[in-house]
């Protein structure tokens, strides 16, 4: 299995611009989650889908992010405009729900800097 | 509100110098905590899942343990590979969804 894969792994940019991340979650997972890793406040749950449904997106921090699951094997996250304070590392992570310990696996990251 | 705190947040040990990471968490509802580990530069990779007080899980040099308010990662004998950042995190139930409350982790540096 290949895993969770993130595109693109960086990603430098200037503010103002809209930066759009990227996502395959493993195949025959059905619940996907982006997560936001920075050092002042670690890994924070930004918004998850089920089926391909977002059930929560109370960690998503403005209206200025949004995320997408149009089907089962992909989904985006979506800044705009970009800010400054939106640098950090971006993960996602999937877990089959179904399968009981719900543990989540998580892809390499997407390292965001915004100047 | 659910908490996690990690202690210590930064650890150096000798090859071989065994040593138990801290875990202390506050949830309503423990679905389930976890333990991973991330290198530098990588995502978190999934190490154990404990349901309820008194279990245990093994793999090579690391045994997670569970208590109703805190968890323990020990580490037997440690080799310079076992060089990382340890993270815990605490999964609620059953209306808080299947969202992972992490903690801050605790870099751990193994030395020759």
């Known amino acids: 299995d290949a895993g969770v894969i993130q595109s693109p792994r960086h990603e430098v940019t200037e503010m103002g611009q809209e930066v759009t991340l990227r996502c395959k979650p493993i195949?025959?997972?059905?619940?996907l989650f982006w997560y936001r890793q920075t050092m002042m406040r670690g890994l924070e749950l930004l918004i998850y889908f089920n089926n391909n449904v977002p059930i929560d997106d109370s960690g998503m921090p403005e209206d200025r992010f949004s995320a997408k699951m149009p089907n089962a094997s992909f989904s985006t996250l979506k800044i705009q405009p970009s800010e400054p304070r939106d640098s950090a590392v971006y993960f996602c992570?999937?877990?089959?729900?179904?399968?009981?310990?719900?543990?989540?696996?998580f892809g390499p990251g997407t390292r965001l800097t915004v100047t | 509100e659910d908490q996690v705190t990690q202690s210590p947040e930064a650890l150096r040990l000798q090859e071989g110098e065994s040593s138990s990471l801290n875990c202390s968490y506050t949830v309503s509802g423990l679905r389930g905590l976890f333990w991973y580990r991330q290198d530098p530069g990588k995502g978190p990779e999934f190490l154990f899942t404990l349901y309820s007080a008194g279990e245990e899980k093994e793999k090579e040099r690391l045994k997670a343990t569970l208590t109703k308010k805190e968890s323990f990662l020990h580490i037997t004998a440690p080799k310079p590979e076992d060089s990382a950042t340890y993270l815990c995190a605490v999964q609620a139930g059953p209306n808080s969804g299947y969202a992972l409350n992490f903690g801050k982790g605790t870099s751990l540096l193994v030395t020759p």
């Open positions: 195949s025959g997972h059905n619940s």
């Open positions: 992570a999937s877990s089959h729900r179904a399968l009981g310990p719900y543990e989540q696996y």
